[in-house]
């Protein structure tokens, strides 16, 4: 029961339930019809990490993002002295690594699995995957990806004046008063 037609009138099966369930509470598939998750679904391979494995390096060539089924993965970049900085944990429900969708470009940090993990990996082939079969589908999530890293960068960008306010009057006087 592999075709989506069928799979969308009768219902797909319980695992493939789960995974669509998972993939409706995400932003990368927001708006998405339950006959466009099937479809996106028939895409995503289900993968396995035991502690402290790594699932992918910095550097290495971006392939696609992963949704955290169940497990936690710690993201972390090592700077030019070679410390490592951690710089999220990221739990089930989530997902890590859009940017792999949008641009191959390399990894800019590490994701290592800091419990027993179970990923959903949604890789870029799989997405030009979809991009061949329909087109509008595909349009739909990287429009969704594209207005998360968007929202993510003004953050970044907040979080980067706030960092550059310290030094200022103003950042003197929030420090001063606790704030």
Same mark, same amino acid.
């Given at each position: 029961?592999? %075709?989506?037609? #069928? =799979?969308?009138?009768?219902?797909?099966?319980? *695992? $493939?339930?789960? $995974?669509?369930?998972?993939?409706?509470?995400?932003?990368?598939?927001?708006?998405?019809?339950? #006959?466009?998750?099937?479809?996106?679904?028939? %895409?995503?391979? !289900?993968?396995? /990490?035991? @502690?402290?494995?790594?699932?992918?390096?910095?550097?290495?060539?971006?392939?696609?993002?992963?949704?955290?089924? =169940?497990?936690?993965?710690?993201?972390?970049? $090592?700077?030019?002295?070679? !410390?490592?900085? $951690?710089?999220?944990?990221?739990?089930?429900?989530?997902?890590?690594?859009?940017?792999?969708?949008?641009?191959?470009?390399?990894? =800019?940090?590490?994701?290592?699995? *800091?419990?027993?993990?179970?990923?959903?990996? /949604?890789? &870029?082939?799989?997405?030009?995957? @979809?991009?061949?079969?329909?087109?509008?589908?595909?349009? &739909?999530?990287?429009?969704?990806?594209?207005?998360?890293?968007?929202?993510?960068?003004? &953050?970044? %960008? *907040?979080?980067?004046?706030?960092? !550059?306010?310290?030094?200022?009057?103003?950042?003197?006087?929030?420090?001063?008063?606790?704030?």
């Amino acid at each position: 029961m592999d %075709n989506p037609v #069928w =799979s969308y009138i009768f219902g797909p099966p319980k *695992e $493939k339930r789960s $995974k669509i369930a998972l993939m409706r509470e995400l932003p990368a598939f927001e708006g998405l019809s339950d #006959w466009e998750l099937v479809m996106v679904e028939r %895409n995503i391979h !289900q993968r396995r /990490f035991g @502690v402290g494995e790594v699932i992918f390096g910095e550097d290495m060539p971006g392939a696609g993002m992963y949704i955290i089924k =169940s497990g936690e993965v710690l993201i972390q970049k $090592k700077t030019k002295e070679g !410390q490592v900085l $951690k710089l999220a944990t990221i739990g089930e429900r989530n997902f890590f690594g859009e940017m792999a969708l949008i641009d191959e470009i390399p990894r =800019s940090a590490s994701a290592v699995a *800091e419990k027993e993990t179970i990923l959903l990996a /949604f890789c &870029k082939p799989d997405l030009d995957n @979809v991009f061949d079969r329909n087109p509008r589908l595909a349009a &739909k999530i990287v429009k969704n990806i594209s207005r998360l890293i968007c929202k993510r960068l003004v &953050k970044a %960008n *907040e979080n980067l004046e706030a960092l !550059q306010g310290v030094g200022s009057i103003e950042g003197q006087k929030e420090c001063e008063n606790g704030e």
